[in-house]
């Protein structure tokens, strides 16, 4: 599958409604360079990927970040 899209003055592009749909875009997506690629990945959020635990899992996930920071400071 590939589309030629206009890029706007902006930097503005307008993802094509099949690809949109295919792959649930809604409001956010992800821009990542890889090299001499530029690849557009669908955002997710923490509450979509863990469902219905989300909310229990941002907590947890926060506090893993929390210690991992906490560790990288400390070197350890």
């Known amino acids: ?10 930097g503005q592009v307008v993802i094509p409604a099949e690809i949109r749909r295919r792959f649930n ?3 956010r997506v992800v821009i990542r360079v890889d090299g001499e690629v530029i690849k557009v990945i669908p955002f997710t959020s923490l509450e979509e990927l863990f469902g219905v635990d989300g ?14 920071v906490g560790e990288v400071k400390h070197g350890i």
């Open 1 to 10: 599958m590939r589309f030629v899209v206009k890029v706007s003055r902006r």
């Open 25 to 27: 875009i809604r409001d």
């Open 55 to 68: 909310d229990v899992m941002k907590v947890v996930a926060r506090e893993i970040v929390e210690e991992r």
